[in-house]
């Protein structure tokens, strides 16, 4: 590799805590001759929450910053133009009492979602007939039916979000994983798109 060639990859996003220092090699990854290497110590940003606790760094505004002190340097960038740093803010752990009422909540309003899903199809009628029609005979409560179908429905609420509790059946994201990802990259496009706490890497 020539020595004054340096590859710079920006990180997507970056969790730091108030008031830490942001050095080049915290934001991003770099490839550079052993010569060079130092430059991964360099200090880009220092976090504020005066700026928010979202900012964006561009790759241009790197860039600018290492040639500051580096002018013979050929820096190329790779992969992101953008990276997100985010400030961590303390924040309260929310009372058991809150939780418990969340909790209620979320268990009664999806207990009733159910119920009211069941009386609109009419699974009850349903369950009748295809009581009647296997068996011949009439029956108010097909239990047989009722119980292995309530049962079902739980255990393939498990099977599809793919956890029981904190444990993982296989590998595969869960879909509630897909769409919290695709949100939080939305998220992190829209911060860069729109550029609302972007603050360039001044000199320390």
Known sequence: MHPGVVYLRLKKKVRVSPGQKLRLGDIAQVLADESVMSIVRLEVYRSSLRDGNLVVIDVMDV???????????????????????????????PSAVWVVMI??????GSGLALMNFHTDVSMKSVHQRI?????????????????????????????????LFKRRFNDEPSPLELEMFLYQENLNQYVIDHEKSKKPPDSP
Do not use: C, K
């Not at 500051?68 to 309260?92: K, N, W, Y």
């Not at 047989?144 to 429905?153: A, M, R, V």
């Open 131 to 163: 009581y009647y029609l296997v068996t011949g005979q009439h029956d108010a409560r097909p239990l047989i039916l009722q119980i292995p179908y309530s049962l079902g429905i739980g255990v393939g609420m498990i099977l599809f979000f793919n956890h």
């Open 63 to 93: 860039i600018e910053r290492i040639r500051r002190v580096h002018s013979d340097l050929d820096v190329r960038s790779v992969g992101p133009a953008q990276t997100i740093i985010e400030t961590e803010v303390r924040r309260r752990v």
């Open 103 to 108: 909790w209620l909540l979320l268990f009664v």
